[in-house]
């Protein structure tokens, strides 16, 4: 009993009993969710015992976006591809560089770096067309857009017309969409070239990028770690794409941290936009509610630019809004908040004392450090367990092999359905799918559906609460695990998994903007990051904190 709402002692996600579904992966009692004992954090329990990844080392910045391999590059080539977009894009004004040259460079990358399975599909014969196009127009002395010529990746559960667009399952492997998505055709419209589609956590389900029809993608940082290190999902494909350099920004999805965790373990700046700031037409859809499209760059100017470019409102989604308004703080220095919520023991004293030190390194910038509290962050992880799966069941129904996708023959229409969607889809999209029809089902419903909607409401005031006292950002930590082993996570219980969006997971309840910035190296030097959370429509206090973080 808290906040006037109750939520039953035993698992919200009881279904996940053999009884419901046997993938035999799951058990009653295997999560817990109690409020009482969350201590800042959600429970997820075996044996009684709380069990928390606990590797010693983080995220960090972008000292390592060139690998290292026997096709060597140039001094000059690696010079081009550690710059940021806008500095390419100053080249290109400038007439030192061309948009062919950029792309052959890193179409050299690309393939330089193909063990890190970062891409699905490369593109670089449109890409090439593309920039000889563009640079054409450029000796004509035609108007040219913010990203005239400048490479860049794109997740591949963005439409993109006449590129197969898989979303990372095998249900739609043939998919080739007739259309662009709005932010894809905004980015395109503003110059940039697109040089390949990424892998992805199949459609957007996933933490570790290792849920793909297409094969896990292995960080760019596993040569520092000593074995191969996960990127982050399930926007994995689209920061290792960019942390390798076969790219100068990429675009990805966040529905509970989909962005700003890889951006974290990739040493990246990872952008969530304001659900609503930006358009979500065309882009395949997970949880309608909380995906929101979302960017990766090497900086937080690049973050600024690209933002910029895609945000406004569309026609073709009627939950986006624009032109957004520009709020600023209302304070002469900005306001750092600190929840208390955040500080657990199960936090490795290594990202504690990285967290200290980039309180104190904001302090002495000149911002505000205050002490605040967010009650209902214990409960955000348990309420998106049960509303994400829920929409997704409900969006994934389309995918019957009749309408939409792979198609697997029956002797009925009933065994079609099955053959179909029991060969497509993955495990973990299938377990999610059977969990959300579970929370929608007739006797369910009121008890953790509804209740998770009532818990969403209760996350949300608190944010509203702080932002509103005075606060113009909030600092927390972006992960609470170093970016794990892959092959770890491989053997992992997936529910266990399900921790590593415990910190991100709030911002997209609330429809929150936030940022991951990169913060250092670990003591193994892996990246170091935390992300910053603004009030609705704040992006440019939260450039501007980023801006400070960063250094």
Not at 332 to 356: H, Q, R
Request: positive net charge; contains cysteine; proline residues 5%.
């Amino acid at each position: 009993q808290k906040g006037g709402y109750h939520i039953s002692s035993k698992p919200v996600l009881y279904y996940l009993e053999a009884k419901i579904f046997h993938f035999g992966v799951f058990s009653a009692g295997s999560l817990s969710f109690s409020m009482q004992r969350a201590r800042g954090l959600l429970s997820v329990c075996h044996g009684g015992k709380l069990r928390l990844c606990r590797h010693r080392k983080r995220c960090s910045f972008r000292s390592r976006f060139v690998s290292t391999q026997s096709d060597s590059l140039t001094t000059e080539e690696s010079r081009l591809l550690s710059l940021t977009a806008m500095q390419a894009a100053a080249l290109l004004k400038a007439g030192k560089v061309t948009s062919v040259e950029l792309v052959k460079l890193c179409a050299k990358q690309m393939r330089r770096t193909r063990r890190f399975n970062a891409y699905i599909t490369e593109c670089i014969d449109s890409a090439l067309a593309r920039a000889e196009e563009l640079d054409l127009r450029r000796q004509k002395g035609e108007t040219m857009g913010p990203l005239e010529g400048v490479p860049i990746a794109v997740k591949d559960n963005f439409c993109t017309k006449g590129i197969k667009t898989t979303a990372g399952s095998k249900m739609l492997d043939s998919y080739i969409p007739p259309f662009d998505s709005t932010v894809t055709k905004r980015l395109e419209d503003a110059g940039a070239i697109i040089i390949g589609k990424t892998n992805m956590d199949e459609f957007g389900m996933g933490s570790a990028n290792i849920f793909s029809a297409y094969g896990p993608t292995i960080s760019p940082w596993s040569s520092e770690a000593g074995e191969n290190v996960s990127p982050g999902g399930s926007s994995g494909g689209s920061a290792a794409a960019l942390a390798s350099s076969s790219c100068f920004a990429a675009v990805g999805s966040d529905t509970g941290g989909s962005i700003r965790l890889p951006a974290a373990w990739c040493g990246l700046v990872g952008l969530k936009p304001t659900y609503g700031a930006s358009s979500r037409y065309g882009l395949i859809q997970y949880a309608s509610s909380l995906d929101t499209p979302a960017l990766l760059s090497k900086d937080t100017k690049d973050a600024r630019a690209l933002f910029q470019i895609i945000a406004g409102e569309d026609r073709n989604d009627s939950t986006s809004v624009g032109p957004a308004p520009k709020r600023t703080s209302a304070n002469s220095e900005i306001v750092v908040g600190i929840p208390k919520e955040y500080f657990v023991k199960e936090l490795p004293d290594e990202v504690l004392a990285k967290w200290t030190e980039s309180i104190q390194y904001l302090q002495k910038a000149g911002c505000k450090i205050v002490n605040i509290s967010l009650p209902h962050t214990a409960e955000a992880l348990s309420a998106y367990y049960v509303i994400a799966p829920a929409e997704a069941s409900s969006n994934l129904a389309r995918y019957d092999g009749v309408r939409y996708g792979h198609r697997e023959e029956g002797q009925t229409l009933q065994e079609q359905f099955i053959r179909t969607r029991t060969d497509a889809f993955g495990k973990e999209v299938q377990r999610r799918i059977l969990m959300g029809a579970f929370a929608l089902s007739r006797k369910s419903y009121e008890s953790y559906y509804k209740k998770a909607l009532q818990i969403r409401r209760l996350v949300s005031q608190d944010f509203e609460k702080v932002f509103a006292s005075g606060v113009d950002v909030i600092l927390t930590p972006t992960s609470p695990v170093p970016a794990p082993a892959v092959e770890k996570l491989q053997s992992e219980d997936p529910v266990n998994m399900y921790m590593m969006d415990v910190m991100t997971i709030p911002a997209n309840l609330a429809g929150l903007p936030a940022i991951s910035v990169p913060t250092g190296t670990s003591a193994n030097r892996l990246p170091v990051g935390f992300q910053l959370l603004a009030a609705r429509f704040n992006e440019e206090t939260l450039f501007s904190a980023a801006e400070i973080l960063e250094g």
